[in-house]
């Protein structure tokens, strides 16, 4: 319910509560949750053959990149928190950046490989700034290039070099 018009107490005051942000201790708690984002193989039951009792398991890449929403997550914030945070804290700013590195390299470095999907791949770079260009744009400045055509003089046989 918003505060009664003409109420002094709610002069200059924006609402909600202040953020969490505590220096050091969010600084390690976001370091750790950088640190907690390894990718494993799992092993999963593909199988299991009742006659034979024969059981056939499959491994798997879990995939855990690091990312802005499980940072906010981890620290239990949302995301516009951690932009804030960033915006006031330049020390945040630089493990947000870190976040953002760290999962552009390794999708790069695992889509190589052919360990993780090429379509994600795709679209996780295209938040990093990659991006598939397929067309060629031949202009200058977005105007056509005048082109000139050069086509060859009507020569003669013997002119060619050519006897018959």
């Known amino acids: 319910m918003a505060a009664p018009k003409n109420n002094r107490n709610a002069i200059g005051n924006k609402g909600g509560r202040p953020t969490?942000?505590?220096?050091?201790?969010?600084?390690?708690?976001?370091?750790?949750?950088?640190?907690?984002?390894?990718d494993e193989f799992q092993q999963i039951l593909e199988s299991e053959n009742s006659e034979?009792?024969?059981?056939?398991?499959?491994?798997?890449?879990?995939?855990?990149?690091?990312?802005?929403?499980?940072?906010?997550?981890?620290?239990?914030?949302?995301?516009n928190t951690l932009k804030e945070w960033g915006e006031k804290h330049i020390e945040f700013l630089a493990i947000l950046d870190k976040v953002n590195?760290?999962?552009?390299?390794r999708v790069i470095d695992e889509a190589l490989a052919g360990n993780y999907n090429s379509t994600i791949a795709k679209l996780l770079l295209g938040k990093h700034g990659y991006h598939e260009?397929?067309?060629?744009?031949?202009?200058s400045d977005n105007k056509p290039i005048a082109g000139v055509v050069i086509m060859p003089q009507k020569r003669t046989p013997e002119e060619d070099g050519v006897v018959e």
């Open 52 to 79: 034979t009792g024969r059981v056939r398991y499959v491994q798997r890449l879990k995939v855990k990149l690091p990312k802005q929403e499980g940072l906010a997550l981890h620290l239990n914030v949302s995301l």
């Open 133 to 139: 260009k397929s067309e060629q744009d031949i202009t």
């Open 101 to 105: 590195k760290l999962q552009a390299e």
């Open 20 to 38: 969490k942000y505590q220096g050091k201790e969010t600084l390690e708690k976001a370091e750790e949750y950088i640190k907690s984002c390894v």
